[in-house]
């Protein structure tokens, strides 16, 4: 008889199993510790607990041939963190922290779309809205799939890699991303993307209130939103939701790992 133990999930979620038993102790990884800088305190974190999510780097936002800039939106801001998370992204993959891409991309049926939705991108019903095609290129507005949902040419993106869609400013509302996380055994996220005040700080603050430790990372994040609303999200941020930092500094914690033993 073959009692030789499988493993069912994904670690540090994972069981080991055979005929006779099952391990549920679930063993940890091993830890990563490192001091973050930011701008209200000094961080110890876990980087074996730790992930990266980049927010709606896709070819809709940041695109001059994606949806915003057809609807006549600057989007020349939306490139800004494209080089700093060029810089960052190879590091943390080093590291072993997961790389996590949560664009937006509806379902072509628009089932889980409601009218009030709709209606926020395409107000009086004869612009070009949720689904419909771009008259650049035909690529549907938003759309699972499609070249307006693909993280833009400028960032590369890994087979390791994780993509989630969503349906909303927020990449935690009716998608998996909550699940595959705990899966993970992830606490820490780091946020970047676009847009700050928009999809990235609702995603950040969900991300809150599931009880995930929130570090925006300032110059891998970007708006093209008025200066007004980049400003009020690094305060609400700061204030209420998580902390602040930089790419710069998450480098210097990924080459100096912390040696303390957690001592204080």
Known sequence: MNMAFR?????????TVNQAIADITRPHKTPQPVILSTETKAL???LAKTAILIIDMQNDFCHPDGWLAHIGVD???AQKPVEPLNNLLPE????GVPVIWVNWGNRPDLLNISASS?????PTGNGVGLGDPLPSNGARVLMAGSWAA???DELEQLPEDIRVDKYRMSGFWDTPLD??????GKTTLFFAGVNADQCVLTTLCDANFLGYDCVLVKDCTATTSPEYC?????????QCFGFVTDSQAILTALNNPDSTGGDK
């Open 92 to 95: 943390l993959r080093d590291a």
């Open 118 to 122: 709709r209606h926020v991108y395409n």
């Open 44 to 46: 110890r974190l876990d």
């Open 150 to 152: 693909a993280v833009i």
């Open 179 to 184: 699940s595959i996380l705990r899966n993970l």
């Open 230 to 238: 980049w400003l009020a999200t690094l305060y609400n941020v700061k």
């Open 75 to 77: 989007v020349t801001p």
């Open 7 to 15: 493993t069912l999930g994904v670690a540090p979620n994972a069981w």
